[in-house]
C-alpha cells in the first residue's frame, strides 16, 4: 500500500538537505540515488532522514511548499528530530 508523505534527505557528500513529497517513498529514493532527478545528481549518494506520513499526497505537496518556505537549516534538522511540522507545534 503506497504511504503519501513528506520526506527529508541529507547528501552523504556535503550534509545538505532536499526536501521533496511522494507516494511511493522506496521508489523515490532509488530515482534520487540513480540521478534521475536532476536536483539531487550531484548530492548522491542521500540518505532518508525523516518520512512524515500525510493523509494524502495533495497534503504532501502542500506540507512540502510550506516547509521549503522556511528555508532555514535549524528548522529542518528540528523536524528531523521531532518528525514532526513546525505548524503542528502546540
Known amino acids: 500500500m503506497k504511504q503519501s508523505g513528506v520526506y527529508i534527505l541529507q547528501s552523504e557528500k556535503n550534509k545538505r538537505y532536499y526536501i521533496g513529497s511522494t507516494d511511493n517513498i522506496k521508489r ?4 534520487h540515488n ?11 549518494p542521500l540518505i532518508t532522514k ?3 506520513k500525510c493523509n494524502d499526497l495533495t497534503e504532501a505537496k502542500i506540507s512540502e511548499y510550506r516547509l ?14 521531532d518528525s514532526i511540522f513546525p505548524w503542528d507545534y502546540v
Open 50 to 52: 525523516v518520512f512524515i
Open 34 to 44: 540513480i540521478g534521475k532527478v536532476m536536483a539531487t545528481k550531484n548530492l548522491r
Open 68 to 81: 521549503k518556505n522556511y528555508k532555514r537549516r535549524d528548522i529542518v534538522e528540528k523536524v528531523i528530530n
Open 28 to 31: 523515490r529514493l532509488k530515482e
